[in-house]
């Protein structure tokens, strides 16, 4: 019947701790390290919840099939895999453009967002605001 | 009926360019599809009032039981000689009060054919739309083209209030439907459903009632709303659209007023509007003013007599609707009248109108007379009624009922005359106004609709015949053994002395309004629906900004946070408050997987707290590798060997784009409280979904799928069934994920700053240059062309012999290894995404050797074209199948004798796997030469915050 794997289920637990701090931080590259590794995490629990090992599922005949291992999350994994890759790459890609334009690849916080919160005051006190954004140094404004 | 409604659409869709070239003409024409709708409803009245209802069903989606279902039955006959008939002369009015209105002329015209589908739907859907369209409407026709921003808040409180009524409304029928079975109101009021969630529907069917006919508490849109054109109010806000609430109320009645809440509520808040809304009417100066919280006491007592279930009561309503429909429309038009000749409508400063405009003051004063319920007018007809109803009525509350109603009608009679005195009567110590002439074209209207309170009320056979196949359904209850007739004289009873009372009285009131006024200034202010309207919707939006103030921070951390926070705090207490049954609990399957485990576990360990950029890299490869060691380990070389290909190519893209970042992360690192919650905050989340894992796993899976695929793998051709799952079972998920992945690639590659330009694609040396002079002709074993050329423009001291070497050795056989794994896939671990990236480590290894001058790649394509081919064949060997008259994605196979080496099978997917190898192969070389070209690119590349502040734009 099921059995559990507890060793498999450290290992899960563990890529997704150390992703999801990863993902929490405010420098692009550890958050793009932290997709990487919450992948990696994903695809392993996929397989793992698919139920237990077996033989690579290989027909041959005069096998059993209930020997194999289950294909079907294999499919879906190896579909993630490359997916995750393809994410991967484009992140990459965004964190040194990011690099290139603001001379950091950091997330800061966005002012846009902050300043919702705050249109009632704006619309009781007449003129709006001047926005902070012009003293960040390198903020992304447009360009 | 669906051809009637088509018509008012078509003809309104041509008005606004009729309307500037033809001011009048274009509601002359406006007027003629109600006109068509009257006189197609006289055609039918005999045989419907007869019983013979007329249906029509247009079925536009019968797949999903979709259908418009429209009947015309006694009810709905009334309604569209009220909707189409008064609707028609107000078009009609317009010719002269507002010509060339095209956008008007339009939305009017519109409205009445909606109005006309909303009171021939037969099905609850169906009528809610029209219902929402004629909120939509008078949205558009309240806020005008572009008037001041009264306009558009009152036009915006009449949209919320009618919407939000109407959302309820919609509710009401999903449960009522759900309930019944049926949503077709005839078959509901045939078969009333019972008991279960009924009485909800019922409320939340009666609010939206409730909002649309204005009734307290919503009723403070209605009065609002008058800044719309004279017109428009005379139509949508007195004769049509609130008394779409109305005629709700009257369809349901018959299937849902011994329901709960339905009898206490429709009387309770209909006589309460009725007499609280009269008493208001009666302080106005402005007389539109005046006679529109006149309507909102009228709906009051129209929702209540409709509501109450009884067959006098019911033809009460009816008589009153008609009557209510003429007058009122009839009296919105007069003021028209008043405002466009002298100038004003404030009662305080008109004098003696009614001696310059004759016609008009009779015209009115019939109407108001009518309104105040005097012989032998239709008011009268249905104010006796109503009277009779309500004093016999077979439930309890009747003699509260009896009471408000003589109340209100008691206010209505002083409004009434308040109304008439206003506009017409000579005041004293008012100089006399001096209207200007009077168009013909706008009287006639109101004469032909002041005409019908006489003409219904003299013959009141003609009123009654119309209005009893309706009040004898059978859902609607006999008070007493007494089958009520309409007549005007049913000798001296109780309900004619009551009635007289109540005129006389109202008289008196109109006659003491300067001591009345005195008194009621001193009596507190009744509680205002407008201010209820105004507070709700500040608390709204106080309440809307006070939640984004405190929820919306701006920084993305914050945010993961509290999505991680729910993820834990929702699915993981709902785990956590059903434990599973504990799976049997096992260390380990493989002993393999320990030291595989501690190389992940060990490496996440200094992936979180690595500071080096390139340190961090090669960790996230270990945990990557490792975690391909475990694919194995569970049964899946696919995996694996994907995993492997996949991680190695990434460690080289990220090397080669960390050359350019600094080695360090920035910000170093948080704080170390900011450290301590995040590392809270992910363990809690990471224990939550090994928590999930173990319970899943112990859920256990049903396996008939995947032993299906097992089984049925050979089939397709393929003996591997993941091959086989992803070229043919979800060969669709896989078209789709190769797509995804060309699109990541282009976004790459863009952003990291590649140009494709045919110009920067150099293909290998021709034969020409002078390299390859240089080795033609020597010896036949020697090579024509060198290899490698590019290697040969490094600096001598860049170069690796030894990597040039491997290299030079190696390239060809991996990429025969690559077409191996292709067509391997079959049978073994292996595919086209595996043979793809095989190939394009190929290309990465000359890649490192080339280096600065890796764009020298000696290929005829580009790698654009070599994705989108790969692309465009795996999508062509889908679709093929078409052609064949197949299913999409159909694979075929069949046996090839050639000769020399015997049979072949071949099966058609393998070339759609063909097709994702040449796509993740193009994928690959794309991002390599993109990766080049942002070396090159990022050399000239000043960060932004270093240009000077002119070049930054």
């Known amino acids: 019947m099921t059995t559990l794997d507890l060793v498999m289920a450290l290992v899960v637990g563990g890529l997704f701790a150390a992703g999801f701090y990863l993902l929490l931080d405010r420098s692009l590259m550890r958050v793009l390290l932290g997709v990487i590794v919450l992948g990696h995490a994903a695809n392993l629990l996929l397989l793992l919840t698919g139920g237990p090992p077996g033989m690579p599922p290989v027909v041959a005949e005069g096998d059993d099939t209930e020997r194999y291992a289950d294909p079907l999350p294999q499919a879906m994994a190896l579909t993630a895999i490359v997916i995750t890759f393809g994410i991967t790459t484009l992140l990459l890609a965004l964190v040194h453009r990011a690099w290139q334009l603001d001379g950091h690849d950091e997330v800061r916080d966005d002012v846009e967002d902050r300043r919702i919160g705050t249109v009632e005051d704006r619309e009781e006190s007449g003129p709006p605001l001047p926005t902070d954004r012009d003293h960040e140094p390198g903020g992304g404004s447009g360009r | 009926m669906l051809a009637l409604f088509a018509l008012h659409a078509v003809v309104a869709a041509f008005l606004p360019w009729l309307a500037a070239r033809a001011p009048r003409a274009a509601w002359y024409v406006a007027a003629l599809p109600p006109l068509a709708a009257v006189g197609w409803a006289g ?15 247009l079925s536009w989606a019968p797949a999903l039981n979709l259908t418009i279902e429209l009947r015309l039955d006694p009810l709905s006959l009334l309604m569209v000689y009220v909707v189409s008939g008064v609707g028609a002369l107000v078009l009609l009015y317009c010719a002269r009060y507002l010509p060339g209105a095209g956008r008007e002329a339009a939305l009017l015209l519109l409205f009445a054919g909606v109005m006309f589908g909303l009171v021939t739907a037969d099905q609850l859907i169906a009528l809610y739309v029209f219902w929402e369209l004629t909120s939509v409407i008078s949205f558009l026709l309240i806020s ?17 209030t009618t919407a939000a009524g109407g959302l309820a409304m919609l509710f009401g029928f999903i449960l009522l439907g759900a309930e019944a079975g049926t949503y077709r109101v005839s078959e509901l009021v045939a078969d009333p459903p019972s008991g279960g969630l009924t009485w909800l529907a019922a409320t939340l069917i009666l609010l939206g009632a409730f909002a649309k006919s204005a009734q307290i508490p919503f009723s403070a849109w209605l009065p609002a709303a008058m800044v719309a054109p004279t017109p428009v109010s005379a139509y949508l806000h007195a004769a049509a659209m609130v008394k779409a609430g109305v005629y709700l109320v009257a369809r349901l009645t018959p299937a849902l007023e011994g329901v709960g809440p339905w009898r206490p509520a429709v009387l309770a808040v209909g006589l309460t509007t009725m007499v609280v809304a009269a008493w208001r009417a009666l302080r106005q100066n402005d007389l539109k003013l005046l006679i529109a919280y006149g309507t909102v006491s009228e709906l009051g007592m129209l929702i209540a007599l409709l509501g109450a279930g009884t067959r006098t009561s019911a033809l009460a309503g009816e008589e009153m609707l008609l009557a209510h429909a003429a007058f009122k429309s009839s009296l919105f038009l007069t003021v028209g009248v008043v405002e466009k000749t002298t100038g004003t409508r404030d009662l305080t400063r008109l004098s003696g109108v009614g001696r310059r405009l004759p016609l008009l003051a009779v015209a009115a004063t019939v109407s108001a007379a009518s309104m105040a319920g005097l012989p032998p007018l239709v008011g009268y007809l249905g104010k006796e009624a109503a009277f009779d109803g309500l004093w016999h009525a077979p439930f309890a509350g009747g003699v509260w009922a009896v009471a408000g109603m ?3 009608s008691l206010l209505t009679v002083a409004y009434s005359a308040r109304f008439v005195w206003g506009a017409f009567a000579r005041k004293p ?21 002041a005409a019908a309170a006489p003409v219904l ?38 309900p004619l002395v009551l009635s007289v009372t109540m005129i006389v009285l109202g008289l008196v009131l109109h006659q003491a309004r300067l001591p009345v006024e005195r008194v009621r200034r001193r009596m507190p202010r009744l509680p205002d629906s407008q201010r209820g309207y105004d507070l709700t919707v500040h608390g709204v939006d106080h309440a809307a900004t006070w939640l984004t103030r405190h929820t919306q921070v701006g920084s993305l951390p914050f945010y993961l946070t509290v999505l991680l926070v729910t993820v834990v705090a929702v699915p993981g207490g709902t785990l956590l408050s059903h434990p599973p049954d504990w799976p049997e609990v096992v260390g380990w399957h493989s002993l393999m997987e320990l030291p595989l485990g501690v190389v992940v576990l060990s490496a996440l360990g200094g992936l979180v707290v690595a500071r080096h950029r390139l340190t961090a890299v090669l960790l996230v ?3 990557g590798y490792g975690v391909a060691g475990l694919f194995l380990v569970q049964g899946a070389p696919d995996l694996a060997l994907t995993q492997f290909l996949v991680e190695t190519l990434t460690l080289v893209i990220f090397v080669l784009v960390l050359r350019r970042l600094p080695s360090n992360f920035t910000p170093e690192r948080p704080s170390s409280r900011g450290r301590l919650l995040r590392a809270g905050v992910a363990l809690a989340a990471g224990g939550c979904v090994a928590y999930f894992a173990v319970s899943a796993t112990a859920a256990g899976n049903s396996l008939e799928l995947s032993e ?13 069934a993941v091959n086989a799952l992803l070229v043919d079972f979800r060969a669709l998920d896989t078209l789709g994920e190769i797509s995804v992945l060309l699109v990541t690639a282009i976004g790459a590659g863009s952003l990291l700053g590649y140009r494709s330009s045919r110009r920067q694609w150099p293909t290998g040396p021709r034969d020409g240059s002078r390299a390859a002079r240089a080795f033609r002709g020597i010896h036949w074993d020697v090579p024509r062309e060198p290899w490698l050329p590019e290697a040969d423009e490094l600096p001598r001291r860049d170069r690796s012999l030894l990597l040039e070497v491997v290299v030079r050795a190696l390239f060809p056989a991996v990429l025969v290894l690559s077409v191996y794994l292709l067509f391997a896939g079959h049978y073994r671990p292996g595919g086209g995404f595996a043979g793809g990236l095989v190939a394009g480590q190929a290309f990465t290894l000359r890649y490192l050797v080339g280096r600065r001058a890796e764009a020298a790649f000696p290929l005829p394509i580009t790698p654009r074209a070599v994705a989108g081919g790969g692309l465009a064949l795996a999508a062509l060997v889908a679709l093929a199948p078409l052609a064949f008259g197949r299913p999409p994605l159909y694979s075929a196979s069949f046996e090839l004798a050639i000769p020399l080496l015997g049979d072949l099978k071949v099966v058609t997917n393998v070339f759609f796997d063909l097709g994702v190898y040449l796509l993740v192969l193009g994928v690959c070389l794309k991002l390599l030469f993109a990766l080049a ?7 000239t590349l000043v960060p932004y915050h270093e240009r000077p502040r002119g070049v930054r734009g």
Not at chain 2, 933 to 939: I, L, M, S, Y
Request: charged residues 20%; aromatic residues 6%.
């Open chain 2, 43 to 57: 055609w039918h009245t005999s045989a419907v009032l007869d019983g013979r209802t007329l249906n029509e069903t």
């Open chain 2, 144 to 160: 005008g083209r572009s008037e001041g921003s009264d306009h558009r808040r009152a036009a915006e409180q009449a949209l919320l």
């Open chain 2, 406 to 408: 003589a109340l209100g």
């Open chain 2, 429 to 449: 110590g008012i100089p006399e106004t001096e209207p200007g002439p009077a168009a013909l074209g706008l009287l006639w209207p109101i004469c032909l609709l």
């Open chain 2, 457 to 494: 009320g003299v013959w009141y056979a003609g009123t009654a015949r119309l209005v009893e196949p309706y009040a004898d359904t059978p859902g609607l209850m006999v008070g007493e053994g007494h089958a009520y007739a309409v007549k005007l004289w049913h000798g001296v009873t109780a």
């Open chain 2, 621 to 623: 490869g270990a945990v």
């Open chain 2, 708 to 720: 299906t695929i097992v089984e049925r793998a050979p089939e397709t051709g393929a003996y591997n």
């Open chain 2, 933 to 939: 070209q942002a070396r090159d690119a990022g050399d």
